[in-house]
């Protein structure tokens, strides 16, 4: 059987809808039962239990035999995954799929590039056979921004005139499924792009094409975006991780495209103006209101 943690997230959420329809049970690992509950997924066994509960993650691995590792990004991440990692390794599991991010590393200035990277050494060392996905960051991301789109028409993100591949997260669960249920992907570390690289004026322009009006890429200063995430909810230690990620992907870093989705899933990954459409209604839903 296979065991999910983030099934209440956005990609987890995607992965758990793509299982079910395979008609065998799967265990999702989730700490808020209600949220699990109201996704109203078929086959999904629901186990209640938090990260840090190492028990209950005992628990959870009988009869386990492929795990799909994720977590919210946490000053705790580090530990909370290792749990994951050492349940997994007692309880004899034959594939941990480890979602990571795009420029892992131990040397990265962004931190939660160098807890993914801690993880996937726990993981190796483990001796736990693994697939390790790095995707770039997500068209969803967009959606944060909704809001200044829909009602201002602007797109305000610190990232210049540079280039990224951003991905779809509904692709990279078409990925997981693939992995988790297919063979000859053990050991394997995918970079996970979207199918071009972009400049955020072109997404503008695809955001324009769906959302009722005309929307406009401003060029926003570090320290401004910053101050958005603050008070839109995010703490600051993310907020400031996010911005130092920001800040090197403005070097061109993120004008790297990959054929890993094509390759393990063989469909071509979804561009930016399909993902506008597919979420037209979000962006466009706040026209509406105001
Ligand atoms: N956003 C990007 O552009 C980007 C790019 C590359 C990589 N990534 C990586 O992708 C991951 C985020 O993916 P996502 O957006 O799908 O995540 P998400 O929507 O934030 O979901 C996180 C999931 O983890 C669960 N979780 C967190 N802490 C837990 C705990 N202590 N016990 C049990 N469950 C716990 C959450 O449960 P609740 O629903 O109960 O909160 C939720 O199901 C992060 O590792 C991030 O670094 C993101």
Known sequence: MILLTGATGTIGSEL???LSKRENT???????????????????????GDLRDTKALDRAMLGI???FLLSSPDPLQVELQGNVVRAAKKAHVSLIVKQSAFGAGADSPVALARWHWITEEDIKKSGVPYTILRPMMFMQNLLMLAHDIGVEGLLRVPMGSAKSSLIDARDIAK???KIL???????????????????YDRIAEA???VSG??????????????VEMIRNGLPKWLADDICKLYEIFATGKADRVTTSVRDITGEVATDIRK???????????????H
């Open 16 to 18: 758990a809808r793509l």
């Open 26 to 48: 799967f265990r999702a690992y989730v700490r808020n039962l209600k949220k699990a509950r109201e996704l109203n997924i078929p086959h999904m066994d629901i186990f209640e």
């Open 65 to 67: 035999s492929r795990v």
């Open 175 to 177: 990925c997981a499924v």
């Open 181 to 199: 249920t297919g063979e000859g992907h053990t050991g394997k570390t995918y970079e996970l792009t979207g199918p071009e690289a972009i400049s």
């Open 207 to 209: 955001l324009s094409e």
């Open 213 to 226: 009006r005309r929307v406009t890429y401003v060029n926003t200063p570090l320290d401004e975006v910053n």
């Open 275 to 289: 993902f506008a459409r597919d979420y037209s209604v979000v962006f466009t839903k706040e026209v509406i209101h």
